[in-house]
């Protein structure tokens, strides 16, 4: 379930409803999601990069949305790997994640929060599960967007930057049937908490039935609202957008409609959609594997900056592992008696 609700969403400011003069953005395509498996074998459903849609338009590279409810010793993460050149967004709504990077950054990610980042100039890192979620199984839900980064930013030192659920900007629709959770940019002058290079709106909605949003988005932006779980609409004409759809509006107009069917049946009881959008970088991209530079000569460049070990070094000990401890959260396992082994 999502982590971060309130117990009357009433209470929450509300999103005003566009001016009568606002004209709608209109829905240019849906487009379904592909199932793939990434890192160490973890399922994934991506609305982009698939052959119906290439990306998400500038300036984002990737989304994926990594569902499962996983038995014991069957949660998967992503082993050591590199990044250079844009960031790596990864939102959870259920589940525990564990980052470790060879620049000494990281964390513990649970339900509800954000990490935040920017490879820079490049560095190794590892997405694991933690043990208690590998051991005992359980529920994980959360997504992971790339977005790309201008020229001038892609040789900064990676950066992190840890959002927790408690800080999201939270609001309501206007009809007061939609919880609006603002992770970055702007939503109808309601700020979300997260710092980027380009600008970008990124909002996690869940909609309860029968219920619609209507969001201002900036002109000049890109627009997409992705159907995590459950089914419903997109655009004021009510395009059809099922489970694991994206739609991609068009651009012009003063605010994107998402609005969802008379029945859900998500264990949230909610249609949960993310809405994301941002400002063209119009620079040339260059892409390869995990590296995403200007020009073929920079991406040759990253490979042999990976080759030669210049992006950092495995720390002792983290090496070959399939899971990661949670300090504040740590598996101990049960003993005959019901005692627990300390």
């Not at 010793?73 to 589940?95: C, I, N, Q, S």
């Not at 190794?124 to 599960?129: G, I, K, R, S, T």
């Not at 029968?210 to 159907?227: K, L, T």
């Not at 740590?330 to 008696?337: A, C, D």
Request: glycine content about 14%; overall charge negative.
């Amino acid at each position: 379930m999502p982590a971060v609700t309130v117990p009357d969403i009433l209470a929450l400011p509300r999103l005003d409803a566009p001016a009568l003069e606002s004209r709608p953005r209109a829905v240019a395509k849906v487009v379904d999601s592909i199932r793939a498996l990434e890192g160490g074998g973890f399922p994934v459903r991506r609305p982009f990069p698939t052959p119906s849609l290439m990306d998400g338009g500038d300036p984002f590279l990737l989304l994926d949305h990594m569902t499962a409810a996983y038995e014991p010793h069957e949660a998967k993460g992503a082993p050591w790997h590199p990044h250079r050149g844009f960031e790596t967004v990864t939102y959870l709504m259920d589940g525990t994640f564990v980052h470790t990077d060879s620049h000494g950054g990281g964390g513990v990610i649970r339900g509800g929060d954000t990490q935040w980042m920017t490879a820079g100039s490049g560095l190794l890192h590892d997405e694991l599960p933690s043990e208690k979620l590998v051991m005992t199984g359980g529920v994980f839900d959360g997504v992971q967007l790339w977005v790309n980064l201008p020229k001038r930013a892609k040789w900064n030192p990676p950066n992190y930057q840890d959002i927790r659920g408690n800080g999201l900007t939270l609001v309501s629709s206007s009809d007061g049937g939609a919880l609006v959770r603002i992770i970055a940019g702007s939503a109808a002058g309601h700020e979300g908490p997260g710092r980027t290079y380009t600008p970008i709106t990124l909002v996690h909605a869940s909609l309860s039935p029968g219920a619609e949003v209507r969001i201002p988005w900036q002109h000049s932006y890109s627009a997409m609202a992705f159907a995590l779980h459950g089914d419903g609409y997109a655009g004021d004409e009510k395009r059809a957008l099922k489970e694991s759809q994206l739609a991609q509006f068009a651009p012009g107009g003063d605010y994107i409609t998402v609005g969802a069917g008379p029945e859900q049946h998500h264990t949230t009881g909610a249609m949960e959609v993310l809405l994301l959008g941002g400002e063209p970088i119009n620079e040339p991209v260059a892409r390869y594997g995990p590296f995403v530079m200007n020009t073929r000569s920079e991406i040759v460049q990253a490979v042999e900056d990976f080759q030669a070990g210049r992006m950092g070094e495995i720390p002792a000990g983290r090496q070959g592992r399939e899971f990661a401890p949670d300090p504040e959260d740590p598996w101990l396992p049960e003993v005959p008696g019901g005692c627990e082994q300390l």
